[in-house]
C-alpha cells in the first residue's frame, strides 16, 4: 500500500465502512439501519462521510433505494473480504493453529485450471492434513499471511524465501474447435473475431509482435481481470484469448480448445511454489511440495 493510500484509509474508521458494507448488500438504507442499530439517518451521514472522504459517489439515490456506483461496486468487494478475514482472524486468537492444518496460497487462475482436478490424489494420500487453499491476492505476500506455501507466477527472484520452479510457460492464441475450423491462421482471422484480453497483462500486442504481426490488433476487445475468465470466455465460443501454456494444457488435450497459430511467445513468467524457508521444512509443506513438484514434471504444460 503506498504512503498516499495508507494516510487514506487510517482516516477512514472500521464503522464507516461497516456500515457502508451493511448499505452495499441490503441496496437499502433502511435495511441496513435495521440490521446495525441505527437510524436511516444515522447510515446516510456514514456513507456520504465515506463518499466525501474518497472523494467518489459509491451509491446512486433513487426513490425505490440505492445502487452502487462503479467505484462503489469495486469497494464493496474489498470490504466484505476485508471484513470476513478481520472476523476469522478474530475468532482464531487464543486458539493454536492445529499442527495438521496446511495453507496453500495459488493465484485463481492456476488453481481452478492445474491444482484443483489434482487435488485429490494428493488429499487421499495425506488424510491427516487439514487442507485449505486459499486464492485471495493479498496473501500473496506470505510474511502477512497464514499461508505455509504459496504458488507465484513471475520470474522467480524472490529474495528470503525457498523458491522451487513449477512450470517454464509460453504464450499462444486458443480458441474452441469451430472458430477456426477451415479459416486460414493469419491477419484476418484475428480481425473477424474478438480477441479476449487479460487486464494486467498486455499479452496480445506481445504475441502479435512475436508472430511478426501488427501490434495494434491487439488493442480492442474485451478485457477480463482474471486469466481464468479470459479462458472461461474463450471456451464458451466468445473469441480466441492468449492462454499460458500451463492453464490450457488440459483443455487442449480434451480437445476443448485448439491452438489455431503454431507461433508462441515467452514473456519471461512462470509459476513457482515458494515458502519461507522456516516453513518449508515443516513436514506438511515438504509433503505437498515434493507431491506438486512431482505432479508437474509429469504435466503436460508444464515444460519443466
Known amino acids: ?65 440505492v445502487t452502487l456506483t462503479e467505484a462503489g461496486d469495486l469497494l464493496a468487494d474489498y470490504v466484505r473480504r476485508a471484513l470476513d478475514e478481520l472476523a476469522a482472524g478474530l475468532e482464531r486468537i487464543g486458539q493454536p493453529r492445529r499442527r495438521t492444518t496446511l495453507v496453500v496460497a495459488a493465484p485463481r487462475s492456476f488453481a481452478l485450471r492445474v491444482l484443483v482436478g489434482r487435488l485429490g490424489g494428493f488429499l487421499r494420500a495425506h488424510p491427516w492434513i487439514d487442507f485449505r487453499l486459499d486464492t485471495h491476492r493479498y496473501y ?25 520452479r513449477l512450470t517454464r510457460e509460453t504464450l499462444f492464441p486458443v480458441c474452441i474447435p469451430a472458430l477456426c475450423d477451415g479459416a486460414p491462421p493469419n491477419a484476418a482471422f484475428l480481425r473477424a473475431n474478438l480477441l479476449l484480453h487479460y487486464a494486467e497483462r498486455p499479452t496480445w500486442p506481445a504475441w502479435l509482435l512475436a508472430a511478426g504481426y501488427d501490434a495494434s490488433l491487439g488493442t480492442v476487445g474485451p478485457s477480463f481481470s482474471e486469466t481464468a475468465l479470459v479462458l472461461a470466455a474463450a471456451e464458451q465460443g466468445q473469441g480466441i484469448a492468449i492462454g499460458r501454456r500451463s492453464l490450457v494444457a488440459d483443455a487442449l488435450a480434451a480437445g476443448t480448445l485448439v491452438r489455431p497459430f503454431d507461433v508462441e511467445h515467452d514473456d519471461g513468467v512462470g509459476y513457482f511454489l515458494v515458502a519461507r524457508k522456516t516453513d518449508l521444512n515443516r513436514t506438511m509443506a515438504r509433503v505437498f511440495s515434493d507431491w506438486l513438484l512431482g505432479e508437474m514434471k509429469t504435466f503436460g504444460g508444464a515444460q519443466a
Request: cysteine-free.
Open 140 to 164: 500473496a505476500d506470505l510474511n502477512h499471511s497464514p499461508g505455509d506455501v504459496a504458488i507465484r507466477a513471475g520470474d522467480g527472484s524472490w529474495k528470503d524465501l525457498a523458491v522451487e
Open 1 to 65: 500500500m503506498s504512503k498516499a493510500n495508507s494516510a487514506a484509509f487510517t482516516g477512514i474508521p472500521l464503522a464507516k465502512l461497516r456500515v457502508f458494507d451493511a448499505a452495499a448488500r441490503h441496496a437499502n438504507l433502511v435495511r441496513a439501519a435495521a440490521e446495525l442499530g441505527m437510524t436511516q439517518g444515522a447510515v446516510s451521514h456514514h456513507v456520504k462521510s465515506l463518499e466525501d472522504a474518497l472523494g467518489t459517489a459509491l451509491f446512486h439515490r433513487g426513490p425505490r433505494g
